[in-house]
């Protein structure tokens, strides 16, 4: 196992794809952060990650992805949330270590402050996880359990420009752009089933560390 304690960094892309309609309520919640109501009661999100560049003391984790998915039954910040973590097949044991305490908050950094969200951990794999950035499209496979891609949200702009937000969201605070997941993004494993097609969408450049 990984020690929590290590000083870490990584930078490199994320996107996520939940069950909302249009825009994730939680988002914007006029009370305190995460308090608004699922559009569709529950909360049904993968969330994808690349890491261009990154360390873990002397562990290199540049090239590698990581796929987090959450379900709550509720308001987010209610927590009871389910989670279930693909750590890349091509990580080395170190490498993998490393991931899971950067990816379950175990090792402090942003993913901890949604860590006491999560009342049940659906287990940890490794698979086979395709990350692709396409111009402003972003996608992710894992064969026979995850297809999901995202495409901007269009803005009202004459060019059709990204809708940017600072949103505070934990993943990537300084910045999300809004987005839309295309048809045929699911999920399917642990007995949980998502399609997210057509549903709300986000995705960032992420620079995360424990300093």
């Not at 890491?51 to 209610?78: C, Q």
């Not at 990580?91 to 175990?106: E, M, N, P, T, V």
């Not at 490794?126 to 064969?143: D, H, L, M, N, Q």
């Not at 934990?170 to 997941?181: E, L, R, T």
Request: charged residues 15%; contains cysteine.
């Amino acid at each position: 196992m990984a020690e929590a304690n290590v000083s870490w960094q990584l930078e490199g892309d994320y996107f996520e794809n939940c069950n909302c309609d249009v825009v994730c309520p939680c988002l914007f919640s006029a009370g305190p952060p995460l308090t608004a109501k699922p559009t569709q009661g529950s909360c049904e999100v993968p969330l994808a990650f690349h890491i261009d560049r990154g360390t873990y003391g002397s562990v290199n984790l540049a090239g590698l992805n990581v796929v987090a998915v959450m379900r709550t039954p509720g308001v987010m910040a209610e927590g009871n949330a389910s989670m279930a973590l693909y750590l890349d097949e091509r990580a080395s044991d170190q490498q993998r270590d490393a991931l899971g305490a950067i990816f379950s908050g175990q090792a402090g950094g942003p993913v901890a402050a949604l860590a006491p969200l999560v009342s049940t951990v659906l287990g940890v794999k490794t698979a086979a996880i395709t990350y692709k950035v396409e111009g402003k499209r972003r996608s992710v496979t894992i064969p026979g359990v995850l297809n999901m891609a995202v495409n901007p949200l269009p803005s009202m702009q004459p060019d059709g420009s990204e809708i940017w937000a600072a949103t505070g969201h934990p993943v990537a605070p300084d910045k999300i752009a809004m987005a839309v997941g295309e048809a045929g993004s699911t999920y399917k494993d642990y007995g949980l089933s998502f399609d997210n097609s057509g549903k709300n969408a986000q995705y960032a450049p992420i620079k995360w560390s424990n300093g």
